[in-house]
């Protein structure tokens, strides 16, 4: 547009004074502009320019639009160019995919160090995978250093349970107090959607207490600790969970008390009492039928008196009646 003014101007040499003015005006603006943006973004440009970052002096100027933080985004391409990661704007770590991802309230660092850290240890992790499990409240730094360096899971978590101890019974009856190390590493595929340690830790003390279970005696399993693990990994623990199992190892584990003696020693009571109540049920039922039989027998005598006692009257009134008469002194009636 400036231009035109010019080349308007110079082709009439009379053209009105308000021309000259008007595109010494913009001039005057442009350079002003320009002055503020190279005071504000130019040192942060140059230093994207000298590193091959691939921003333009405009780009930072949307950043600051868009309020994005400018100088982190510049920070973290830099980073990303210098670990030799691709920065193609098409296909690679781009400015707007850094942008969108700062907007959608993504920590641009730890992306940036997640794939870097996965770049140097081979493993293959793309900005998309990353921004996703950033965005999916997962910590993707700790992710990546999970799946070079595997961590030890306790198992139970006397953090998460209060309990130091496994408690499992053998089927001769005998306690078995167990407690396990649980070797795990991340993996990227699952870890959005997966579930957590604590199903981990869940999943392998609830098939200790099963492999101790189907143990016929608590000597076979101190014997052989690796009958235990080997049973639990060939259940296949680690599916649909953000980890993957490397071993499990059999830390401590101590013989607690005789459950099966104990419970048939009270079982024993039971019976015990069971018999005493039924003994002490037959003795009362003999007592009542002794008292019973007593009162028949009162009951019986009673009658016998009543009985004796009516024969004087039947006599009497035998007598009056003249049906029994007294014998004669001559032994005739």
Known sequence: MIDAFLLFAQEDALAPWYVWAGATFMLVVLGIVILIVLLNYGQLWFQAFASSADISLWSLVGMSLRQVNSRLIVKAKIMAKQSGLDIDRRNGISTRRLEA???????????????????????????????????????????VRTSVLP???????????????????????VELRVRAKVTVKTSLEQLIGGATEETVIARVGESIISAIGSSEHHTHVLENPDVITRAVLARGLDAHTAYEIVS????????????????????AEADTRVARA?????????????QENKAKVAMNRAKLVFAEAEVPRAMADAFRSGSMHAPHENGQG
Do not use: W
């Not at 499990?248 to 079982?267: K, M, P, T």
């Not at 039924?278 to 002794?290: F, H, L, M, P, T």
């Open 101 to 143: 991802h700062y907007l959608a309230g993504g920590n641009v660092m730890h992306v940036i160090h997640a794939i870097i850290a996965a770049h140097r240890a081979g493993i293959d992790l793309d900005f998309d995978r990353a921004a996703a499990i950033d965005l999916a409240g997962r910590d993707v730094v700790d992710a």
């Open 151 to 173: 961590k030890v899971i306790d198992c139970p978590d006397p953090r998460r349970s209060g309990k130091n101890t496994l408690s499992a019974i053998a089927k001769n009856g």
């Open 248 to 267: 499990i190892d059999i830390a401590d584990i101590d013989v607690g008390e005789n459950v099966g003696a104990r419970l048939q020693n009270d079982q």
């Open 278 to 290: 039924k003994a002490e049920q037959r003795r009362a039922e003999a007592v009542a039928a002794e």
